[in-house]
């Protein structure tokens, strides 16, 4: 049975990614901050972990947990945008936001990263459009901006670690979606995202070198 890993599925695309990969036979581990939030998982037949991505303790025993696990499909979903104002950043959005997107990504990638090059599967983390320099038109959300970028950086390096090792790994645009993080005039549906990015990354090749992509598969600019 194919393993897929959903780091942060209590809500949004995390939780429809979850829901969808049940939904087609896979095992799926899946991770939430909240005990309720992984008994919802739990009932839709996800294995569940208790997981505050920025508690090091916690991350460490996740490894601990799903230590000689081989995954197909691991996907680092947990995020947050935080301020909407683009003015002088406090020392407390700046820490949030870094701490979430980056240096959470810095601790489980190489926790995870074996686990998916045991089985040769595909590394994602949920990136953003908004992260690339060499298509980049706008300075809107330049806190978030900067997060994604670092996160790309990351994983990029990673793939460098794992890449030869046989995991592929993948920085995904999900597309403007309705969440509490995209809002209501967003385009799409969660769950049109969710389906995206998991027919795209069924359908990208094995490959040493890391990718940046829209959830429909487009190729996006570092």
Aim: one cysteine or more.
């Amino acid at each position: 049975m194919a393993v897929a890993l959903i780091i942060g599925a209590s809500r949004g695309i995390g939780l429809e990614l979850a829901r969808q990969y049940v939904a087609a036979g896979w095992r799926v581990i899946a991770t939430a901050r909240k005990a309720d939030d992984c008994a919802a998982l739990a009932a839709l037949g996800a294995e569940t972990h208790v997981l505050d991505v920025n508690n090091v303790e916690a991350v460490a025993g996740l490894g601990w947990k799903l230590d000689g696990e081989h995954v197909d499909v691991a996907i680092l979903n947990a995020g947050v945008y935080g301020p909407r104002h683009d003015g002088f950043p406090v020392q407390a959005d700046f820490d949030n936001v870094m701490h979430t997107n980056v240096l959470a990504a810095m601790r489980l990638l190489p926790i995870v990263a074996p686990m998916v090059a045991a089985a040769g599967g595909k590394l994602a983390v949920m990136s953003s459009r908004m992260g690339s320099i060499s298509e980049r038109h706008s300075a809107n959300g330049s806190l978030y901006r900067a997060s994604k970028a670092a996160l790309n950086s990351v994983l990029v390096d990673t793939a460098l670690t794992f890449g030869e090792q046989g995991a592929t790994c993948v920085a995904l645009h999900p597309g403007w979606v309705r969440t509490d993080m995209g809002g209501a005039e967003a385009d799409l549906d969660p769950a049109d995202s969710a389906s995206g990015i998991r027919a795209t990354l069924a359908a990208l090749a094995a490959s040493a070198r890391p990718v940046f992509v829209t959830y429909d598969g487009q190729p996006i600019g570092w």
